[in-house]
T-cell receptor, first 111, second 113 residues
């Protein structure tokens, strides 16, 4: 039973398209995140939601828009995709006393 | 601003060797520190979580220590095996309501049979 699941696992799309990545957690955690791992494998936070409320919005182009319909879901929509958006996107959830749990990642390739 | 540094960036050892991975962070005001492993093309697997009030945590052949005052953590791997080959990431959860995990760049470990 996967704790943090994100779909799709792989996404190949053309420049200019709009795409979404979905994430769901069944751990009952209050906080969910989107992280981006670039080609150099460095992980950097993009967004954080706590109980459906946006609490962190790092310096991310406004083409990226997160949406949290409920505490267990955090989706990421990307408009007008660019080549530089190619990366692995990780969803995660956390609760202070148990730490973070990450999804398996979505490898986005923009061609 | 919290920064996390991991040394070395890469490490290659023969099977059976005990090894230590190092992590340092610039701001000692943290809730906890978490070690992860990432296999190529895969997600992050949590290995150990150390709360700020704790000094160490152990799981099997892994032992992680935390010295919050000096901003250091170590991950000790005993009797290394080829299956331990992966990138090991250290991350801290800062206090102050920032609600985000700050990662180091990782140590890529290769255990040679």
């Amino acid at each position: 039973d996967t704790a943090v699941s994100q779909t799709p696992k792989y996404l190949v799309t053309q420049m200019g398209n709009d795409k979404s990545i979905k994430c769901e957690q069944n751990l009952g955690h209050d906080t969910m995140y989107w992280y981006k791992q670039d080609s150099k494998k460095f992980l950097k936070i993009m967004f954080s939601y706590n109980n459906k409320e946006l609490i962190i919005n790092e310096t991310v182009p406004n083409r990226f828009s997160p949406k949290s319909p409920d505490k267990a879901h955090l989706n990421l929509h990307i408009n007008s995709l660019e080549l530089g958006d190619s990366a692995v996107y990780f969803c995660a959830s956390s609760q202070e006393e148990v730490g973070y749990t990450f999804g398996s990642g979505t490898r986005l390739t923009v061609v | 601003k919290q920064e996390v540094t991991q040394i070395p960036a890469a490490l290659s050892v023969p099977e059976g060797e005990n090894l230590v991975l190092n992590c340092s962070f610039t701001d000692s005001a943290i809730y906890n520190l978490q070690w992860f492993r990432q296999d190529p093309g895969k997600g992050l697997t949590s290995l150990l979580l150390i709360q700020s009030s704790q000094r160490e945590q152990t799981s099997g052949r892994l032992n992680a220590s935390l010295d919050k005052s000096s901003g250091r953590s170590t991950l000790y791997i005993a009797a290394s095996q080829p299956g331990d080959s992966a990138t090991y990431l250290c991350a801290v959860f800062p206090q102050g309501g920032s609600e985000k995990l700050v990662f180091g760049k990782g140590t890529k470990l290769t255990v040679n049979p």
